[in-house]
């Protein structure tokens, strides 16, 4: 519990670290240590946003409640074991907080997108100021607003948002609402954001509506997070890993986006700046397979599903018949486009929604699509004829296209290459196919299939191993390493204590760890066609920490992982990246980086004993 470290108040933007998130398993809100949520879409996690101040400080729009006294500091916490999110002030005059949460989906408020904002003196007499300033359509279109008997509604060509407030309102600047509100120890005001229907009156929500909710909604997150099965040495780290997961997760179709934020940059102001609002095929083997580890079947298995319509629908292109992402609707458009209006977090620009990676060449996807399958038939949850069938006509695909160039995992964009991981999860692809048509008897090639594998396996052992460096390297031709071949131990292509391997992730260690921050390789060595710096990659740091527990480094494991925890913010949260001073770059939070702690986390613990 934390907040409030390290920046000015009079700062436009608060560190990205500064925030905690809340939901309703359709989109999320960032709420800041200082009371305000910067980044809020409507009503879906790649709906155009409603709050973007994390993105323009002045044209974004926020939802600010903090307060109107000098000399406060603050302090940020989930309520245990839920997603509810509290931010308390300390000030001269007393002690407040405003709890804020989004009831679930399962909830009867789900499909309203509902924000519940409740403020609380909790000693003292203290004042707070609130101001509700939307900016629809990523502060593209215009609104009005007008004060209604229960509060305000705004409306906007796309989208309606209706506000119940249990204290008067006032039209500020004429689109903005505003109230300043004095409160004692033990009175409270709330404030609820809806999505209004068309058609539809602005609801009124009453203090014991918003007290029925908090209940239900605590009682929703207990009940799931219950469901885990680790009761290891980090269970606090793991299940606020879990819920955070969950968050990420869209409940219609059972998708995990990458992350809910677009355009947190990898640099501050750099150009790597770019849109996680999707679910990428490459998050599947990992999401599943922590999931799967820590109970959540019936999470994998909508998951699961979600994954078998996008090979069931898959049509040809040139860069295969997947993509590496897609809408968590399953759509395959993902457009992008920079929107010049919005200056970029920290003057970071340009700012993009879309992603134009989706249509690149990586043929990773296939080997963790595949690892994916593998593991739900393992765990329980078989893959049935006609997804079979579908499933090996990619297969028969990437069998005839494995050995060319392509973009790689890091979705570069300076050419393709003969990159050894993506070579790698080739090999997973064809290997796991195998093992799962000889396990289930299921039809298929399979002298021809494992004839591929083998292929695959004598070229990466021929090509891809560099007897200079002595250590596998990024791509062929090439002595540059790369934090992504962390993961061959982890996927059974080596044993991880074979010479070979032990050579490659001492040279790993030795040129892109430092203290435990991993980067994903040396951008001078090995241009990705972008330029600028970027920072280490915390998913690749617990890739490291597994890739050493695996190695029988149990103790240099460790203290690598303890040191990793201390880069989490204040409630537990990573971002995609950290940057050279300790702080959270990149989108924020991000699945695959609570994703990779949660399997370092597991083996670690299991190793220990």
Known sequence: MAGRRGWSSGSRYLPIAEHGLIGDLHTVALVGTDGTIDWYCCPRFDSPSVFAAILDADRGGRFRIAPDHDGWSSRQLYLPDTNVLITRFLMPQ??????????PASGRAAHRHRIVRRVVAVRGQLRFLVEVAPRFDYARGRHEVALTDHGAVFRSSDLVLSLSASRPLEIVDGRDVGARV?????????????????????????????????????????????????????????????????????????????????????????????????????????????????????????????LEGRFRHATGRDSGPLQIMYGVD????????????????????????GNGAAHQLQLDIYGELMD???????????????????????????????????EGIWETRGGRRDYTYSRLMSWVAVERAVRVA???????????????????????????????????????????????????????????TDPRWLSTLDAITEELVSDSLVRRYDADASPDGLTGTEATFSMCSFWWVEALARAGRLDEARLAFEKMLTYANHVGLYSEEIGPTGEQLGNFPQAFTHLALISAAYDLDRRLG
């Not at 009453?206 to 929703?220: G, H, I, K, L, N």
């Not at 007897?467 to 090439?478: E, G, I, K, L």
Request: charged share 25%.
């Open 182 to 306: 004095e409160l004692r120890a033990g009175e409270a005001a709330t404030y609820v954001l809806d999505r209004v229907e068309p058609g539809e009156a602005p609801p009124a929500c009453s203090d014991a509506d918003v007290e029925d909710e908090f209940v239900t909604t605590v009682a929703f997150w207990r009940s799931w997070i219950r469901r885990s099965s680790y009761s290891g040495r980090w269970r606090e780290m793991v299940d606020r890993s879990a819920l955070t997961l969950k968050l990420l997760t869209y409940a219609p179709t059972g998708a995990i986006v990458a992350a809910p934020t677009t355009s947190l940059p990898e640099e501050l102001g750099g150009v790597r700046n770019w849109d996680y609002r999707y679910t990428w095929m490459r998050d599947a083997a990992f999401s599943l397979y922590a999931l799967l580890r820590l109970g959540f079947d019936e999470e994998a298995g909508a998951f699961m599903q979600w």
């Open 94 to 103: 007393g002690v407040g907080e405003v709890q804020d949460f989004m009831p």
């Open 372 to 406: 994916a399958v593998y593991l739900c038939n393992k765990y329980g949850r078989p893959l049935y004829h006609d997804g079979w069938m579908e499933l090996t006509r990619n297969l028969e695909w990437l069998m005839d296209h494995w050995d060319q160039p392509d």
């Open 438 to 496: 000889l396990q289930r008897g299921l039809p298929a090639d399979v002298l021809h299939w494992m004839a591929v594998r083998d292929a695959i396996y004598n070229q990466i052992i021929e090509r891809g191993w560099n007897p200079t460096r002595r250590a596998f390297v990024q791509h062929y031709d090439s002595d540059v390493l790369d934090a992504s071949l962390l993961l061959m131990p982890l996927c059974k292509f080596i044993a991880p």
């Open 330 to 353: 399953g759509r395959e458009d993902l457009a992008e486009q920079e929107l010049p209006h919005l200056e970029g977090y920290r003057g970071s620009a340009p700012v993009r929604i």
